[in-house]
């Protein structure tokens, strides 16, 4: 199956690149292209693609205005949204993340690398470097949710569990075999904790987990947590 991506950069020549570099393998084709967030916003709403690989500094409306756009609202759409940026520490990497982004990539990546992510977050994965989880630990640290504390409490232990593990980039299978559940039993909670705390799909089950404390830094092999 064709993975279809949009491109939002606001430099022509950096869009030629990346639709050169994306369409190699030839399992990704690009099906338009936007300089601004505006456009960007248009052409997902016009093309309905897998992906959208979009910068954040762009004129006008940015990338996170444009990811907001996209993804929230009552325009619902199935695509998803890559942030591309040079600014992997930048505070703008985790409010796009909160606005429903579902990967985060530094220009420098490699090409193959590029390419894989928007084939796993196609998938419904959630991808991020190094540098944007850093971030996303950073700002959840020094600004921590004011309801942090009772956030989860709609979740039973189980769910708190499941987001948690989700909180450590964990998909369904490995969920399971950690868990010692079925993967549909996985996928169920994870459905069931994002209709409990709206969240719109797994990235922002990242951000939750990060903010209310159920994922703790340089502990990504703790034993899962329950109700305290």
């Given at each position: 199956?064709?993975?279809?991506?949009?491109?939002?950069?606001?430099?022509?020549?950096?869009?030629?690149?990346?639709?050169?570099?994306?369409?190699?393998?030839?399992?990704?084709t690009v099906v338009a292209e936007a300089s601004d967030g505006a456009g960007a916003v248009r052409a997902t709403r016009e093309h309905v693609p897998d992906v959208v690989l979009m910068d954040l500094r762009m004129p006008g409306m940015d990338g996170v205005a444009a990811t907001r756009s996209i993804l929230g609202g009552t325009a619902r759409t199935a695509s998803r949204v890559v942030v591309l940026t040079t600014y992997?520490?930048?505070?703008?990497?985790?409010?796009?993340?909160?606005?429903?982004?579902?990967?985060?990539?530094?220009?420098?990546?490699?090409?193959?690398?590029?390419?894989?992510?928007?084939?796993?977050?196609?998938?419904?994965?959630?991808?991020?470097?190094?540098?944007?989880?850093?971030?996303?630990?950073?700002?959840?640290?020094?600004?921590?949710?004011?309801?942090?504390?009772?956030?989860?409490?709609?979740?039973?232990?189980?769910?708190?569990?499941?987001?948690?593990?989700?909180?450590?980039?964990?998909?369904?299978?490995?969920?399971?075999?950690?868990?010692?559940?079925?993967?549909?039993?996985?996928?169920?909670?994870?459905?069931?904790?994002?209709?409990?705390?709206?969240?719109?799909?797994?990235?922002?089950?990242?951000?939750?987990?990060?903010?209310?404390?159920?994922?703790?830094?340089?502990?990504?092999?703790?034993?899962?947590?329950?109700?305290?």
């Open positions: 199956m064709t993975v279809r991506v949009v491109l939002a950069d606001d430099q022509e020549l950096v869009r030629t690149g990346l639709r050169v570099l994306l369409e190699r393998d030839g399992d990704i992997e520490l930048d505070d703008l990497v985790v409010d796009s993340m909160r606005a429903g982004a579902s990967g985060f990539l530094g220009k420098n990546t490699s090409p193959a690398a590029l390419r894989d992510a928007v084939r796993v977050v196609s998938g419904g994965g959630v991808l991020l470097s190094g540098p944007a989880a850093r971030a996303l630990v950073d700002r959840c640290r020094d600004r921590p949710a004011p309801d942090a504390g009772t956030r989860l409490d709609v979740l039973t232990d189980r769910e708190r569990q499941v987001v948690a593990e989700v909180g450590r980039g964990r998909g369904n299978e490995e969920i399971a075999h950690r868990l010692r559940m079925r993967p549909a039993t996985a996928k169920t909670h994870v459905n069931r904790a994002m209709a409990k705390l709206g969240a719109r799909d797994r990235a922002q089950l990242v951000v939750l987990a990060y903010e209310t404390g159920l994922v703790v830094p340089g502990h990504a092999d703790q034993p899962p947590p329950g109700r305290t």
